[in-house]
């Protein structure tokens, strides 16, 4: 399926970033290499069974209280839970985030075509900030404009209405990309077209 159907006739695209243009799991998990790093040094506790639990957790039951089972289970103090929350914030990884290769594609072609493109990304804003100084744009970045949900205080239906009004765009000019449900009904609520990102990689 040539993806670039779906924008045939749009003038700008709007992604989410998490799990949209990359998985928000490879800067998680990077993010619990670096403090299970930070234990060893710190605790002389050895790293590489902490990341293996942090890991498993994770991908068996999400982010949700996560420092605290880790911390029960090998006995980290609470005081570190500074620690582990700071490096979301500040990370610097090992290795670079790396886009979705069909996203990557897409992303291209829509510069070549000379569409706008725009992330609307919720979440911490400086934890947003730090995933995109470390994702690989492949030159793309320059064509990138970003705009972070809850330092605006705006709901997401806003700054997508924002955008549309400020590039003098109707909403069947545009187009949303997000990852879950609750991006769709923000689109819908200006009646955006919107497409899950999953749709991008059939």
């Known amino acids: 399926m040539d993806v670039y159907q779906y924008v045939t006739d749009k003038q700008a695209v709007i992604f989410e970033l998490d799990n949209v243009l990359f998985p928000e799991k490879d800067y998680l998990l990077q993010v ?76 291209q072609e829509l510069v070549v075509n000379r569409k706008q493109i725009f992330i609307v990304t919720a979440g911490n804003p400086e934890q947003q900030l730090n995933k995109i100084k470390q994702t690989e744009w492949n030159g793309l970045e320059q064509y990138l404009t970003v705009y972070f949900v809850n330092e605006l205080g705006q709901s997401k239906a806003e700054i997508f209405q924002n955008i549309l009004n400020s590039n003098n765009l109707s909403p069947n000019q545009a187009l949303v990309v997000g990852a879950n449900k609750f991006d769709e009904q923000q689109s819908k609520l200006i009646n955006l077209p919107y497409i899950v990102s999953l749709e991008i990689y059939k």
């Open 32 to 107: 619990y290499y670096l403090f299970a790093q930070f234990i060893e040094y710190t605790e002389q506790k050895n790293a590489q069974p902490i990341i293996n639990f942090m890991q498993a957790e994770y991908e068996n039951n999400g982010t949700d209280v996560l420092f605290e089972k880790t911390a029960k289970q090998f006995g980290i103090d609470e005081k570190y839970k500074y620690n582990f929350d700071l490096l979301h914030l500040n990370a610097r990884l090992p290795l670079k985030l790396l886009l979705f290769k069909n996203m990557l594609e897409f992303m």
